[in-house]
């Protein structure tokens, strides 16, 4: 499109819905577009979505810190496989380390050996301590046992690395729950984030995946990966419009350092 280009209503319309924005938001983004009551340029279009994008995002969530009763507090870390859920911890715990607090990680995704060691790896690269338990171990045990040595060791952070599961799968649902009943045996108010990891490549299956898992456990927040490949994270938009479940970190890359926390002003101008 240029700024002499007629506009192609139709056109526009499905290149937002097909960016990930939902239908809600492109129909303000048209709205807008036509209250203008004039020629509509490029520029026109690109500043509107980006007022939307903005406006439907709230402020910028703040770190999270350490709780002041010097008690871990114990995060959970949930999504399906293949988004990048035990990377993700890992670099969780290293972004929370770099500020002086002691973090240890709940290796959980016990039924999957490749996991256990995955994680494993990254500690030692890391220089962060995993807590794991035996192959096929109830994955509650691993959290409850990591929980402890975190109350042991006044660690401030316990990061819970768990399974990877189909948001379909009622039963691995339930163990989530499971979970976060173990954790609440030795602190009534644990876990005290859950956050899901979502691929930005993975499009509006990843809104259905936030349903599901908000059923099972109560999100804080997103951790949105993959944003350095062909995703741009546009379906954050409607699961914030739907679920009012806000990004908190962003990853980019491969690397530890590829992490950050979500700043909307950033992200939106990414997204488009």
């Known amino acids: 499109m240029t700024n002499r280009a007629e506009l192609d209503w139709d056109e526009l319309e499905a290149s937002l819905i097909s960016s990930d924005l939902g239908v809600g938001m492109t129909d303000a983004i048209l709205e807008d577009l036509k209250y203008l009551g004039r020629f509509v340029t490029a520029n026109d279009v690109l ?15 703040p770190p999270i810190l350490p709780r002041m009763d010097g008690k871990p507090l114990v995060i959970l870390v949930v999504g399906v496989n293949g988004t990048g859920k035990t990377t993700s911890s890992a670099k969780l715990g290293l972004w929370l380390s770099r ?6 990680l709940a290796a959980a995704d016990t039924f999957r050996a490749a996991a256990v060691e995955q994680l494993q790896r990254w500690g030692e690269r890391l220089q962060l301590e995993v807590i794991a338990g035996k192959p096929n171990a109830d994955p509650s045990s691993v959290c409850y046992g990591a929980h402890q040595q975190a ?3 006044q660690a401030k952070y316990l990061i819970c690395d768990t399974a990877g599961r189909i948001h ?23 876990p005290h984030m859950t956050l899901l ?6 499009g509006s299956n990843a809104l259905q995946q936030a349903k599901e898992f908000h059923k099972a456990c109560p999100l804080d927040g997103l951790i949105v ?5 062909s995703g741009k994270g546009g379906i954050v938009f409607a699961i914030q419009d739907q679920l009012k479940i806000t990004p908190r970190f962003v990853g980019t890359g491969e690397e530890p350092e590829a992490f950050a ?6 992200f939106v101008k990414e997204v488009i």
Do not use: C, W, Y
């Not at 926390?261 to 950033?266: A, T």
């Open 151 to 153: 109350i042991q060791d």
């Open 225 to 229: 990966t993959k944003l350095d490949g």
């Open 99 to 104: 500020r002086g607090s002691k973090v240890i």
């Open 47 to 61: 500043e509107i979505t980006r007022k939307q994008m903005l406006k439907r995002l709230p402020p910028d969530a």
């Open 168 to 190: 379909t799968r009622h039963n691995l649902m339930e163990e989530l729950g499971k979970i976060r009943r173990t954790l609440a045996k030795q602190d009534p108010t644990a």
């Open 197 to 202: 990891v979502v691929d930005a490549t993975t």
């Open 261 to 266: 926390l979500f700043q909307r002003e950033s």
